[in-house]
């Protein structure tokens, strides 16, 4: 059974930094995964992959955080971190660790100004 739990949220000022972890059990340590969010109103967005082991294991982000957000994987275990630096209110959101079909409940970042 797949099984997708985060952490690491809370408030923050803009300018601050949180680091969010994903630990995942059913599924291989070096499958690639996923990081969304979804800010109130909005829908839900892509916002840092990083691809399988066997594919290099290469890290993609979308342009609205990218420089300042970093995904990254400790395959012992089983976990993987979004590092995020330079908040803004715009990162507002409650963000969800993701592989395929399966996703996690999420975890609530509050970036105030």
């Known amino acids: 059974q797949v099984r997708l739990v985060e952490s690491g949220g809370g408030l923050v000022q803009a300018g601050g930094s949180l680091r969010l972890s994903c630990v995942a059990s059913g599924i291989f340590s070096i499958a690639g995964m996923n990081w969304y969010r979804q800010a109130p109103g909005k829908e839900r967005e892509l916002v840092a992959v990083i691809t399988s082991v066997t594919s290099g294991g290469i890290a993609r982000y979308a342009d609205s955080v990218k420089g300042r957000f970093t995904i990254s994987r400790d395959a012992t275990k089983n976990t993987v971190y979004l590092q995020m630096n330079n908040l803004k209110p715009e990162d507002t959101g409650v963000y969800y660790c993701?592989?395929?079909?399966?996703w996690g409940e999420g975890t609530l970042v509050t970036v105030s100004s």
């Open positions: 993701n592989r395929k079909d399966y």
